[in-house]
């Protein structure tokens, strides 16, 4: 349902392909102290949650009220 630095993973967060890329890797996440995501669009709503199944820890979501909305739905009935 989504990508980040290369990592395709489905909706339960489980790694599904890597893609060799130059630059941050999702490894250095872990790195990294406070995690800012910024996202728009309520079609991402799936691939939001899925990523924050990923990377296992919590940060801050930056998003717009449609995408908000969706993602808190999904959390209601998963």
């Known amino acids: 349902v989504g990508e980040v630095f290369g990592v395709f ?3 339960k967060g489980q790694e599904i392909v890597r893609v060799p890329r130059a630059g941050l890797q999702l490894e250095d996440m872990k790195k ?3 995690l800012l995501t910024i996202v ?3 079609a991402k709503a799936e691939a939001v949650t899925a990523y924050y199944k990923l990377i296992n820890r919590h940060g801050w979501l ?3 009220e449609q995408l908000a909305q ?3 739905s ?3 009935y998963n």
């Open 32 to 34: 990294i102290p406070l």
């Open 40 to 42: 728009g669009g309520k």
């Open 62 to 64: 930056i998003c717009d």
């Open 70 to 72: 969706e993602v808190l």
């Open 74 to 76: 999904l959390q209601l």
């Open 9 to 11: 993973f489905d909706k």
